[in-house]
Nanobody, 112 residues
Framework: QVQLVESGGGLVQPGGSLRLSCAASGSTGPMGWHRQVPGKEREFVATITNGGGTQYKNSFKGRFTISRDNAKNTAYLQMNNLKPDDTGVYSC?????????WGPGTQVTVSS
């Protein structure tokens, strides 16, 4: 079964940027990101197909950009103009056959 590992999280000041990576152990279908912020349910962020087609939750359009490198089996989430409300655990997922696989998540903390 394909496994996913996220990286790139950390502490960043408001207005800063982070680039998250999600490395898969093999080839996958569509990949994407969700996040869980304290006190709220997990929410969809963005998804990308193998061909590069993307979808975003409206509230992230313009600030977050999803991309992928199929040769590296890796998806990315570029996050700009980060706000304290963006603090949370960001998890990637990928469709592998009929299964959806999730990574363990990476913590993003936006604070001065």
């Amino acid at each position: 079964q394909v496994q996913l590992v996220e990286s790139g999280g950390g502490l960043v000041q408001p207005g800063g940027s982070l680039r998250l990576s999600c490395a898969a152990s093999g080839s996958t279908g569509p990949m994407g990101w969700h996040r869980q912020v304290p006190g709220k349910e997990r929410e969809f962020v963005a998804t990308i197909t193998n061909g590069g087609g993307t979808q975003y939750k409206n509230s992230f359009k313009g600030r977050f950009t999803i991309s992928r490198d199929n040769a590296k089996n890796t998806a990315y989430l570029q996050m700009n103009n980060l706000k304290p409300d963006d603090t949370g655990v960001y998890s990637c997922y990928a469709r592998s056959g009929t299964t959806v696989v999730w990574g363990p998540g990476t913590q993003v903390t936006v604070s001065s």
